[in-house]
């Protein structure tokens, strides 16, 4: 009779389980590791849109190549970087001149305080931040800044109608 009893007990254990649907400890462990990781993730998304919104951040680069299909440089200067402040641009970048081969590297080094265009709008995967100057001369170079939210990664590509297009990619940080 107890036997019978304990087994009834522990079916209706097993029961109370099912319907309030309780995790073993491990696994209930894993499932608040996943939330912490998910809340962290959330957090940084949270502060690298706050910092493209703020208009304060710095684009990193860590290598930049020649488009379409030029063989990646890397780039160990860290002086070099283009920073966003109050509508102001500093830009002090390595960039490839030429029209034709033979191209020769130069350095990008200007404060562009009134771009002809900027543009801030929010995309799937994060931002782009857009903006048109001529670095005081009669070509028009395109700055687009991509800018991946769940990674803090960004990419960016000038675009110029003399020159050849060259892409960066890096990290975004704060000033």
């Not at 649907?21 to 608040?32: G, H, T």
């Not at 920073?83 to 191209?103: C, H, N, S, T």
């Not at 931002?127 to 048109?132: D, G, L, R």
Request: net charge neutral; proline share 5%; with cysteine.
């Amino acid at each position: 009779m107890r036997s019978l009893y304990v087994v009834r007990q522990f079916e209706q254990h097993i029961e109370n389980l099912k319907r309030r649907n309780l995790l073993c400890p491990k696994q209930e462990k894993r499932e608040a590791r996943e939330q912490r990781r998910a809340q962290r993730q959330a957090e940084y998304e949270r502060y690298i849109d706050s910092l493209v919104t703020s208009g304060n951040f710095q684009f990193i680069p860590n290598s930049m190549r020649v488009m379409p299909a030029g063989s990646e440089h890397l780039i160990t200067n860290p002086n070099f970087g283009l920073q966003y402040w109050d509508g102001e641009f500093d830009i002090f970048l390595p960039y490839v001149k030429g029209a034709v081969m033979p191209y020769y590297l130069t350095v990008l080094n200007y404060t562009i305080s009134n771009p002809e265009e900027t543009l801030k709008e929010q995309s799937p995967n994060g931002w782009e931040v857009t903006f048109v100057t001529s670095l005081f001369s009669a070509t028009r170079y395109v700055f687009t800044l991509d800018i991946y939210a769940k990674t803090g990664g960004a990419t960016l590509t000038i675009t110029n109608s003399w020159n050849i297009t060259v892409q960066y990619s890096g990290t975004i940080t704060s000033l």
